[in-house]
């Protein structure tokens, strides 16, 4: 062939092919893939509500963030839900306090049992608040 000339079957792709998903090597991945999302990220982030505050967890691969905030402090909370968290009781959930623009707040994406959340937050700040009224009269 001369070195201009110009190939007359040039290259073409005639299928592809991929491990099986039926080979143990690839469930093995999958599960081990699956334990360390689980361990590294699902069970360390969550949000914690105690009878005087409200935390966040959220994790990175070596270390994380946490953001407490004390319930008296709580203003507001939001739910956020999408149309398949609404079939399946999930949604985005926005938790802020009163103050400065730098004041902390929580959000998490796809809270399971939202309504719950919300409503016992807003239980425990009556209960405190009524706990308080009785102890100063």
């Given at each position: ?6 190939e007359p079957?040039?290259e073409r ?125």
């Amino acid at each position: 062939m001369n070195a201009g000339s110009i190939e007359p079957n040039p290259e073409r792709e005639i299928g592809t092919w991929r491990r099986s998903m039926a080979s143990p090597g690839f469930w093995l991945r999958v599960i081990f893939t699956l334990t360390l999302y689980y361990w590294l990220f699902w069970e360390r982030n969550k949000i914690v509500l105690t009878n005087r505050r409200i935390t966040q967890y959220k994790p990175l691969l070596v270390g994380g963030d946490e953001v407490s905030i004390a319930l008296e402090n709580v203003t507001e909370v939001r739910l956020s839900t999408p149309p398949l968290g609404a079939l399946l009781n999930f949604a985005d959930v926005r938790i802020q306090t009163a103050g400065a623009s730098n004041a902390p707040e929580i959000f998490f994406h796809a809270v399971d049992r939202p309504a719950m959340l919300k409503e016992a937050i807003f239980r425990y700040q009556d209960s405190r608040r009524r706990t308080g009224a009785v102890n100063n009269g």
